[in-house]
């Protein structure tokens, strides 16, 4: 797997060579073709996904059966972060073209805790800059629609 790739992604931004290394040994790549699941909603979580390239639709499935869309993932992106908790998935995962994602399993991150704490620590730190980043975006979205319906007397 090639450093330079992994090292462009989010997640593995603040590790240095020898990290990026070891993490390249439990990272595998993975196709899906259009229409195809990564993972459905309610079922165990097993692995942690990042986008290479292609996209990919996060949605619930409410109890009416209606799909109600989460996100549209891009590269760089990532989902299925249960699997580090070993819970299991909020939502469904679906392929909305070709895809490629590098896939960290529940297993091997257990592994990386086990013997390589520290770099468990960066890539969870990693993982929480990105977590905080999403609900900060979550947070300006959310004023600025409510601006919007203010503004047009929708909501007073």
């Known amino acids: 797997m090639a450093l330079e790739k992994l090292s462009s992604m989010s997640l593995f931004r603040h590790l240095d060579e ?13 196709e899906y073709l259009t229409g195809e699941l990564l993972f459905r909603q309610a079922t165990p979580a097993n692995a942690f996904y990042m986008l290479c390239n292609g996209t990919i639709e ?3 499935t409410l109890s009416d059966g209606q799909n ?5 993932l891009r590269p760089g992106d990532t989902c299925g972060m249960a ?8 939502y469904n995962a679906q392929a909305l073209d070709p895809c490629r994602v590098y896939v960290l399993t529940a297993m091997q991150f257990q592994e990386i805790q086990d013997h ?5 620590q960066k890539l969870l730190s990693n ?4 977590l905080w980043q999403a609900f900060d975006d979550l947070q300006t ?4 629609l ?11």
């Open 18 to 30: 020898d990290e990026l290394n070891i993490m390249s040994h439990f990272i595998h790549k993975r």
């Open 116 to 120: 390589r704490l520290a770099l468990a």
């Open 141 to 144: 979205d959310y004023s600025n």
């Open 146 to 156: 409510t601006k919007k319906l203010v503004q047009s007397n929708i909501i007073v």
């Open 68 to 72: 109600d869309r989460i996100r549209i």
């Open 58 to 60: 996060l949605y619930k």
């Open 127 to 130: 993982l929480l800059r990105e």
């Open 83 to 90: 699997a580090l908790w070993q819970v299991r998935h909020p």
